[in-house]
C-alpha cells in the first residue's frame, strides 16, 4: 500500500506565502514524476507543477515566477513553495506521484487526499 499526505495548507492573505508539503510512505522502490495538482468550486482538476526524479520542472503559466516546486528524493517528499498568493490561487491542492511499488513492478499513479489553499483578506 502506498499512501501521500499533504500538510501545509491554510488560510492566508492576498501576497502571503504557505509551504505545502507531501510526503508518500509504504511500500516504495522508486518514485518517478511528482506534482501537485489544484481544483477550485466548480472547476476540473489543474496542473499547477511537476517535478522529475532529477529535479526537471514544469509549471502552469499562472504560478510561473511565483511558486516553486522540490522534492527529497530519500524522504519520498515534495514541496510547494507558493509566495504572492492571489485569490485566483484559492483551491484545493493534490500531491501526485508516479510510483513504482517493487522493482518488478509497473509504475502506478497515486493522489494525496488534498489540502485547502484559501487566499482572501
Known amino acids: 500500500q502506498v499512501q501521500l499526505v499533504e500538510s501545509g495548507g491554510g488560510l492566508v492573505q492576498p501576497g502571503g506565502s504557505l509551504k505545502l508539503s507531501c510526503a508518500a510512505s509504504?511500500?516504495?522502490?522508486?518514485?518517478?514524476?511528482m506534482g501537485w495538482y489544484r481544483q477550485a468550486p466548480g472547476k476540473e482538476r489543474d496542473l499547477v507543477a511537476t517535478?522529475?526524479?532529477?529535479?526537471?520542472?514544469n509549471y502552469a503559466d499562472s504560478v510561473k515566477g511565483r511558486f516553486t516546486i522540490s522534492r527529497d528524493n530519500a524522504k519520498f517528499t515534495v514541496y510547494l513553495q507558493m509566495d504572492s498568493l492571489k485569490p485566483e490561487d484559492t483551491a484545493v491542492y493534490y500531491c501526485?506521484?508516479?510510483?513504482?511499488?517493487?522493482?518488478?513492478?509497473?509504475?502506478?499513479?497515486?493522489w494525496g487526499p488534498g489540502t485547502q489553499v484559501s487566499v482572501s483578506s
Open positions: 501526485y506521484g508516479i510510483i513504482q511499488r517493487r522493482s518488478y513492478s509497473p509504475l502506478n499513479d497515486f
Open positions: 517535478i522529475s526524479k532529477t529535479g526537471s520542472t
Open positions: 509504504g511500500t516504495i522502490f522508486s518514485i518517478n514524476v
